[in-house]
């Protein structure tokens, strides 16, 4: 069993930044890869980013393409989100997921095994 628990979510000026921390414990996570999904106000949750165990990144392009950067501390257990360039589309409830170890595709939702609670991050204009 792993648990995560989300911190770093606020609220800040269009233009500014923040960072996402995804804290596990239960078991180590540095043998699986990671994600951040984003459920926005009316809309269903989207992929946001996703973090092999070597590594490797990949991005909604469309959403967050050059502004956000995820990134893992496997001394550390941790996830993490840096989001620059924040836009008021940007507002959402933001979670961090483990990867199953089976399914390629790193946008489905399907594919993650373990979620945390969420922490909101609201963009004013």
């Known amino acids: 069993q792993v648990q995560l628990v989300e911190s770093g979510g606020g609220l800040v000026q269009a233009g500014g930044s923040l960072r996402l921390s995804c804290a596990a414990s239960?078991?180590?996570?540095?043998?699986?890869?990671m994600g951040w999904f984003r459920r926005a106000p009316g809309k269903e949750r989207e992929f946001v980013a996703g973090?092999?165990?070597?590594?490797?990144?990949?991005y909604n392009q469309d959403s967050v393409k050059g502004r956000f950067a995820i990134s893992r501390d496997n001394a550390k257990n941790t996830l993490y989100l840096q989001m620059n360039s924040l836009k008021p589309e940007d507002t959402a409830v933001y979670y961090c997921?483990?990867?199953?170890?089976?399914?390629?595709?790193?946008?489905?939702?399907?594919?993650?095994?373990?979620w945390g609670q969420g922490t909101q991050v609201t963009v004013s204009s």
């Open positions: 973090i092999s165990t070597n590594g490797g990144v990949t």
């Open positions: 239960g078991r180590t996570v540095s043998s699986v890869g």
């Open positions: 997921a483990t990867k199953g170890r089976y399914g390629t595709n790193w946008s489905a939702e399907r594919n993650y095994d373990y």
